[in-house]
């Protein structure tokens, strides 16, 4: 599979063209082997957009930038949902 040009790499998510009409929304993930039991991190696809500005909505609707894991209370999840649109504002920003 050819490698496809990515547009926008906030870190664990990233936004690449998928085709002349589609882009892809992945995040970087552990993903366990069946066979092997073994965690490796790879990209998984998270969906397809239009435009950049859809793809970076989607981000943000979805909570891709945010890690559940680390958030433990109400607190930490609205200073992660502040750095992520943060991370976006900055993307924006490039564009």
Not at 8 to 34: A, H
Not at 40 to 60: C, D, H, P, Q
Request: hydrophobic share 40%; no cysteine; aromatic share 6%.
């Amino acid at each position: 599979m050819a490698e496809r040009k990515v547009l926008i790499d906030l870190g664990n998510v990233r936004v690449s063209e998928y085709d002349s009409m589609n882009l892809q929304i992945e995040r970087l993930e552990g993903v366990t082997s069946r066979v092997t039991k073994q965690t490796n991190s790879r990209w998984v696809f998270k969906g397809y957009s239009r435009t950049i500005l859809m793809a970076l909505e989607s981000i943000l609707k979805n909570e891709l930038l945010i890690d559940k894991k680390s958030v433990n209370g109400l607190e930490s999840y609205l200073k992660s949902v502040h750095d992520s649109n943060g991370e976006i504002r900055k993307a924006l920003a490039q564009l």
